[in-house]
């Protein structure tokens, strides 16, 4: 089946750890997007890239990095200098200018 | 300005009435525009997608587009309670083409 695949589906993070969230598609798409969303909010972009090996900062990209190695994986590092990252992390992808399609979401708490 | 706009509602309407969903954009030269929904705690789907003015319909979905007045809708004919959701807006702008999302409407359709 093609498709977007987050993981893990729900993870917690102890106060000053990292953690990797995963996004893999195999929808040959060029694009890829990471965006928050907090509890009754709209869709916050964090990270997009638009071709391997190169990403752009969204609107809140402070405490979070990116990397793009392979078309098909865009991984989103919350790192220890993100204060509040308790929310709901979405993966997406896309061929320019056309629809976005979006993974399963991975639910971030701190514990 | 906001870039992408929508009234946050809630819409209420009864089931079997048509719900209209409204969206305005600021970038003129924007060519791309989409219609997700979104269900509490998952990732948003596309409904619509529509990029020449006028009218698009699918089953009970019809999307409307007047780049002159910068505006797209979104008609649900025959409102389902299924169909209560919350409804994105997006739009690809600016010269980097990133896709903008607006912050939503909450549609309510009551049995």
């Known amino acids: 089946d093609g498709g977007i695949t987050q993981s893990p589906k729900y993870l917690f993070r102890k106060e000053g750890q990292n953690v990797t969230l995963s996004c893999e598609q195999n929808?040959?798409?060029?694009?890829m997007y990471w965006y928050r969303q907090d509890p009754g909010q709209g869709l916050r972009l964090i990270y997009y890239?638009?071709?391997?090996?190169?990403?752009q900062k969204g609107d809140i990209a402070e405490g979070y990095s990116v990397s793009r190695e392979k078309k098909e994986s865009f991984p989103l590092t919350v790192t220890s200098a993100q204060k509040n990252p308790t929310a709901f992390y979405l993966c997406?992808?896309?061929?320019?200018?056309?629809?976005?399609?979006f993974g399963q979401g991975t639910r971030l708490t701190v514990v | 300005q906001k870039e992408v706009e929508q009234n946050s509602g809630p819409l209420s309407v009864p089931e079997g009435a048509i719900a209209s969903l409204n969206c305005t954009y600021s970038?003129?030269?924007?060519?791309?525009f989409f219609w997700y929904r979104q269900y509490s705690g998952k990732s948003p789907e596309l409904i619509m997608s529509?990029?020449s003015n006028g009218d698009k319909e699918d089953g009970r979905f019809t999307a409307q587009l007047n780049k002159a007045s910068q505006y797209v809708s979104l008609l649900i004919r025959d409102s389902q309670p299924s169909d209560s959701a919350t409804y994105l807006c997006?739009?690809?702008?600016?010269?980097?083409?990133?896709?903008?999302w607006g912050l939503g409407t909450s549609l309510a359709v009551n049995p």
């Open positions: 997406a992808s896309s061929q320019l200018n056309t629809e976005a399609f």
């Open positions: 929808l040959n798409h060029d694009a």
């Open positions: 890239s638009q071709i391997v090996n190169d990403f």
């Open positions: 970038d003129r030269v924007s060519q791309s």
């Open positions: 529509i990029y």
């Open positions: 997006a739009v690809y702008a600016g010269n980097n083409r990133k896709l903008i």
